[in-house]
Each structure stands twice: as C-alpha cells, then as structure tokens.
C-alpha cells in the first residue's frame, strides 16, 4: 500500500463516526414517496435541512430542478410538497454551541 492509500484510508476511518452522527442528525425521508421520487436522481434530503418555504420554492418548479427537468405527477408533488413542509419537520434551531 502506498502512503498515499494508507493516509486515505486513517482520513476515511477517523471521519466514519462524524458521518455516523450526521445520519441521527439528519435522517433520511420516512415518507414513501419523497423517498422514491428524489433518490431516484439524488440523495433523498431529510426535511430538516431546509425551512419550508425553500421546500415550496423547490418544489415549485421541477421542471427547472437545478438544470434538469425533474416533473413528476401533481399528486407526488403534493404528497412531497406536504411532508416536506410540515411543520413537525422544520429545521432545529441552532442556538447555543454544542457541548
């Protein structure tokens, strides 16, 4: 192995449990259809990522979806739209540093 592979390999090793972290943090969508339609071109964001009307923008036009046309049925978008935007999955505030 060279040294290069050998440094890859303690870097991925010691940054495994921040990942860990981040997936309790930030879990995948629970709901069905928001987990199919977006993993399908790409990860599958938790809705606490973004607050809801950046959801609402996004989801507004899909067939401008970050240069793709991401269209899907009226009633996806609005199942997608409505987990999304609920207001049990709005972003935690940060307010103080963690300990």
């Given at each position: 192995?060279?040294?290069?592979?050998?440094?890859?390999?303690?870097?991925?090793?010691?940054?495994?449990?921040?990942?860990?972290?981040?997936?309790?943090?930030?879990p995948?969508?629970?709901?069905?259809?928001?987990?199919?339609?977006?993993?399908?071109?790409?990860?599958?964001?938790?809705?606490?990522?973004?607050?809801?009307?950046?959801?609402?923008?996004?989801?507004?036009?899909?067939?401008?979806?970050?240069?793709?046309?991401?269209?899907?049925?009226?009633?996806?978008?609005?199942?997608?739209?409505?987990?999304?935007?609920?207001p049990?999955?709005?972003?935690?505030?940060?307010?103080?540093?963690?300990?």
């Amino acid at each position: 192995m060279t040294t290069r592979k050998i440094a890859a390999l303690v870097v991925l090793l010691c940054a495994m449990p921040i990942f860990a972290h981040a997936a309790q943090l930030l879990p995948a969508p629970a709901e069905k259809t928001t987990a199919q339609q977006c993993s399908a071109c790409h990860m599958a964001y938790p809705p606490r990522m973004l607050p809801a009307r950046s959801w609402q923008a996004l989801m507004s036009d899909l067939s401008h979806h970050f240069g793709e046309d991401a269209s899907i049925s009226d009633q996806d978008r609005a199942t997608i739209t409505g987990y999304l935007t609920t207001p049990k999955n709005a972003p935690i505030p940060i307010t103080a540093t963690p300990q």
